[in-house]
């Protein structure tokens, strides 16, 4: 199966391509990139192009699956408007892309706590993409909201790497209702995407943090 990321720079994207890359049943990657990415692999269409350029760069881009996991952070962009062109803009621009070329998989990054209505910019910002893309005619949309991401990122994040020393510590102790605050490492969550590109269920499909490890199904 052919499949495309955007975002594949980020945590969750290298795990995607990472695993991909080691799995047969994938035969192509086409992975949307600002800039080169260190992991070379002969499955790896690598495709650095300008994102404010997305619709006539993407306008001949066909693939059987679509996986969004673009995203920035506050402090990389604390403009309100530029955080909501990366976030939203192109992750839409580039789902209507491909459904237009016949895409008819879609998995969408999301976050904990998504909700449109929210009187906070990021989940209100999250739960507006999750409207728009699984308005989107897709046969399958999957929609994925993890809690705090455990990992090592190419980057420092003082307020990340203090609340994932604290989630080590109280995972544990997170049960029932609390169980989808636990943090999340990004390659459980490469690891269910994978899954249910496996799988090719039709429908949405939404997978709160706790839902997510393929062991709990």
Do not use: W
């Amino acid at each position: 199966m052919k499949i495309t990321i955007i975002g594949g720079s980020g945590l969750i994207g290298k795990q995607v391509i990472k695993l991909a890359c080691e799995d047969d049943f994938f035969t192509q990657i086409n992975a949307i990139v600002r800039s080169p990415l260190p992991h070379k692999d002969p499955k790896i269409n690598e495709l650095v192009i300008d994102f404010d350029d997305l619709s006539h760069q993407l306008k001949d881009l066909k693939t059987q699956v679509l996986i969004c996991t673009l995203g920035t952070t506050r402090k990389v962009t604390p403009d309100k408007k530029d955080y909501r062109k990366i976030d939203l803009e192109y992750t839409l621009s580039t789902s209507e892309m491909a459904l237009k070329n016949g895409c008819e998989q879609i998995h969408l990054i999301s976050s904990i706590g998504a909700n449109e209505k929210s009187l906070v910019f990021y989940p209100a910002l999250k739960g507006e993409i999750e409207r728009l893309v699984s308005q989107l005619p897709f046969k399958s949309t999957f929609i994925y909201r993890p809690s705090v991401l455990m990992g090592k990122r190419d980057s420092t994040r003082i307020i990340e790497y203090i609340t994932q020393g604290i989630l080590s510590l109280t995972n544990p102790l997170l049960i029932g209702s609390l169980k989808k605050y636990r943090g999340i490492s990004a390659n459980e969550i490469a690891k269910r995407i994978l899954h249910e590109i496996k799988k090719n269920e039709g429908g949405l499909h939404v997978f709160e943090s706790n839902e997510i490890t393929v062991n709990n199904q």
